[in-house]
């Protein structure tokens, strides 16, 4: 059948030139008993949609699959609360949302986290609590519980934050100052208020407790100590 730019075909719908509308009143059902959609672009297949156990959208090798929303977001909802991230059909992280004042990163086993910062970028934890009653709000709070049994012989050394800086890859023509934690707190006037700068307790066990274990070299002028008045930075012990 020929109307106008467009033949009819028992399996196929061809329009010479233009554009092609498909306009209903209701809803529009794609029904592929073979469980494949295709999806084509200039005769060359761009992707497919596989419906076999679950709705998966597939490409060929190189090509991309990307999600563009102009002045507008991109919004993922899992009723179940997870959410996974495959390679080559393995799954290597999920994004667990089930509870409702919880989101989870879980890699697979064997798989890390890592956040790479490229120039002048950063990691930021930005915690604003508004408890008005008791309570012990935590902007950043690591938990961290061995729960394998180490063999005999074996030595495990747990370590809860690993801190590793480094400024002796090139050649400084300036001044280059590393701080391995800038701590920075402040309390008003107001009713009772109380800065603890760090707070450590080592408890348990049969064997060594240390508080803090500080190696430095032994080089004049390198302290394992500074302790420098706030008024005279240069009055120090």
Not at 68 to 97: C, E, H, P, R
Not at 190 to 196: E, I, R
Request: charged share 20%; aromatic share 6%.
């Amino acid at each position: 059948i020929d109307i106008g730019n467009m033949s009819l075909t028992t399996s196929e719908i061809d329009v010479s030139s233009g554009n092609f509308l498909l306009d209903v009143n209701g809803d529009i059902k794609l029904d592929a008993d073979g469980d494949t959609i295709y999806l084509y672009g200039s005769g060359v297949t761009k992707g497919n949609f596989q419906l076999d156990s679950h709705c998966k959208l597939s490409t060929p090798t190189s090509t991309n699959i990307e999600l563009f929303a102009s002045s507008a977001s991109i919004i993922l909802d899992s009723q179940d609360g997870q959410t996974y991230i495959k390679k080559n059909g393995t799954q290597f992280v999920t994004f667990d949302t089930d509870t409702s004042s919880t989101f989870k990163i879980i890699p697979t086993v064997n798989y890390d986290v890592e956040f790479d910062i490229i120039g002048g970028s950063e990691v930021r934890v930005d915690s604003n609590p508004t408890n008005t009653a008791d309570a012990t709000p935590t902007a950043f709070h690591i938990d961290y519980d061995h729960t394998g049994i180490v063999a005999d012989g074996e030595t495990v050394t747990g370590i809860g934050l690993d801190l590793d800086m480094n400024c002796e890859t090139v050649t400084h023509v300036g001044t280059v100052n590393q701080i391995g934690i800038d701590l920075d707190m402040l309390v008003g006037t107001d009713a009772t208020q109380t800065n603890l700068g760090m707070d450590i307790k080592c408890t348990g066990g049969n064997d060594n407790n240390y508080g803090i274990n500080i190696t430095i070299p032994d080089v004049a002028g390198d302290y394992h100590i500074k302790l420098m008045a706030a008024d005279d930075v240069t009055d120090y012990a």
